[in-house]
């Protein structure tokens, strides 16, 4: 795909980790209330991974996941260009089922899936999108299982498994997840400064918006003479009152309201 311009004269809007789940009903509605009313006047709405809590195939999509994908076929109906990038809980979004051809999730959404890391045109600006896990290159034990989970033998065989058991495989990748989260040193869980860098010269980029890590921030830097900001998007907790899109003008974000 060429590159996608994001011309100065038209809106884009950013989230990630929604974390979409039947289990938290309060986010689920927060953030498609917020998409329905702010997207919707936008040109381009960006979705950069852990739309859901748990993702184990496009079979497997429940009645939250089928409101969430009507919510953005009705967007894309109506003029938003919506753009879906796979996370680290949902990286079998559009993976094809062994013997079960068909349209993936992002058709059904009519939204278009982003290569991780994606290179885009923004108002005049480079701008690197990213989900954010790959950057976490401390977290070695992690980045072996990024590498086994999106090796597509692996993913095939896990595909071929019956619903039921890749639904509770899920659950126990999940539980583990947590335990390990809440052993694991903070450094650990944040991106590496060097894999920044290395990512952006590889692209030609000094702005890099990105999610995963539930740090939201806006970072500013100098590398090389050159400057450059890491934009960190939030996650979504309605009990936590986290979470809302973010915009792009004048060159710099744009939180917008919750509310």
């Known amino acids: 795909m060429s590159m996608l311009h994001v011309t100065a004269s038209?809106?884009?809007?950013?989230?990630?980790?929604?974390?979409?789940?039947l289990d938290a009903p309060e986010t689920a509605e927060q953030a498609m209330r917020l998409l329905w009313i702010q997207a919707a006047s936008a040109d381009h709405l960006f979705l950069l991974g852990d739309l859901f809590e748990m993702w184990v195939g496009d079979d497997g999509i429940d009645s939250l996941a089928q409101q969430f994908s009507t919510l953005l076929r009705q967007l894309s109906?109506?003029?938003?260009?919506?753009?879906?990038?796979?996370?680290?809980r949902d990286f079998l979004i559009d993976v094809p089922l062994p013997g079960k051809p068909g349209p993936g999730f992002t058709e059904q959404c009519g939204a278009q899936l982003l290569d991780d890391p994606c290179l885009i045109d923004l108002q005049g600006t480079p701008a690197l999108l990213a989900h954010g896990d790959a950057l976490c290159t401390d977290d070695e034990v992690y980045q072996t299982w990024r590498t086994t989970c999106r090796d597509p033998r692996w993913q095939q065989a896990m595909l071929s498994r019956s619903l039921d058991e890749r639904i509770a495989i899920g659950r126990q990748a999940r539980q583990n997840s947590e335990a390990g989260k809440r052993e694991m040193a903070g450094a650990l869980a944040d991106v590496n400064q060097a894999a920044v860098d290395a990512m952006l010269d590889s692209a030609g980029a000094d702005l890099l918006i990105h999610g995963h890590t539930h740090r939201p921030a806006h970072h500013h830097w100098t590398h090389e003479g050159r400057a450059r900001q890491r934009v960190v998007l939030t996650d979504w907790d309605a009990k936590a009152h986290r979470g809302h899109l973010m915009g792009w003008a004048s060159g710099k974000p744009v939180p917008m309201p919750k509310a």
């Open 10 to 21: 038209q809106t884009a809007l950013f989230a990630s980790d929604l974390h979409l789940s």
């Open 77 to 88: 109906n109506a003029g938003t260009q919506v753009w879906m990038m796979r996370g680290n």
